[in-house]
C-alpha cells in the first residue's frame, strides 16, 4: 500500500507548529537578520508584532515581525509596504529565516 504525502511544508524551529508552505516560496535569495532567508507568499499560524519602520539592505520597508503562533518565536517579518519603486513586489510578502524553520513532510 502506497504511503499517503501531505504536502512539504516547513515548521517552527521550536515547537515545529506548521507555518508556511513549500509551493509558495518566491525566492531562496534573501538575507535575514541571522543568515539565509525566504520569501513566501503565504503563511499560517502565525502572529504578526507591531508594524515599525525598518532600514533593510535593500532599502526603507515597513515591516512586522512574525512570531510563531504557538511559542511566539520570531521566525521573520512580513513587508507591510516598500518605499522604492523597485521593491514593492515585497508587499504582502513574509521572509522565514532559515535558521528558524524546519523541513516536514520531506
Same mark, same amino acid.
Given at each position: 500500500?502506497?504511503?499517503?504525502?501531505?504536502?512539504?511544508?516547513?515548521?517552527?524551529?521550536?515547537?515545529?507548529?506548521?507555518?508556511?508552505?513549500?509551493?509558495?516560496?518566491?525566492?531562496?535569495?534573501?538575507? %535575514?537578520?541571522?543568515?539565509? /532567508?525566504?520569501?513566501?507568499?503565504?503563511?499560517?499560524?502565525? *502572529? +504578526? !508584532?507591531? @508594524?515599525?519602520? =525598518?532600514?533593510?539592505?535593500? %532599502?526603507?520597508?515597513?515591516? /512586522?515581525?512574525?512570531?510563531?503562533?504557538?511559542?511566539?518565536? *520570531? +521566525? !521573520?517579518? @512580513?513587508?507591510? =509596504?516598500?518605499?522604492?519603486?523597485?521593491?514593492?513586489?515585497?508587499?504582502?510578502?513574509?521572509?522565514?529565516?532559515?535558521?528558524?524553520?524546519?523541513?516536514?513532510?520531506?
Amino acid at each position: 500500500m502506497d504511503e499517503v504525502v501531505g504536502p512539504r511544508l516547513y515548521s517552527c524551529c521550536n515547537c515545529r507548529n506548521h507555518v508556511c508552505l513549500h509551493d509558495d516560496i518566491i525566492s531562496k535569495a534573501f538575507q %535575514g537578520r541571522n543568515g539565509r /532567508a525566504f520569501l513566501f507568499s503565504h503563511a499560517m499560524n502565525i *502572529v +504578526l !508584532g507591531p @508594524k515599525e519602520d =525598518r532600514q533593510l539592505m535593500t %532599502g526603507l520597508h515597513t515591516v /512586522a515581525d512574525v512570531h510563531c503562533g504557538d511559542c511566539d518565536e *520570531v +521566525l !521573520g517579518w @512580513k513587508y507591510e =509596504r516598500a518605499y522604492e519603486e523597485t521593491q514593492k513586489y515585497k508587499e504582502g510578502k513574509f521572509i522565514f529565516e532559515k535558521s528558524k524553520i524546519v523541513k516536514e513532510n520531506w
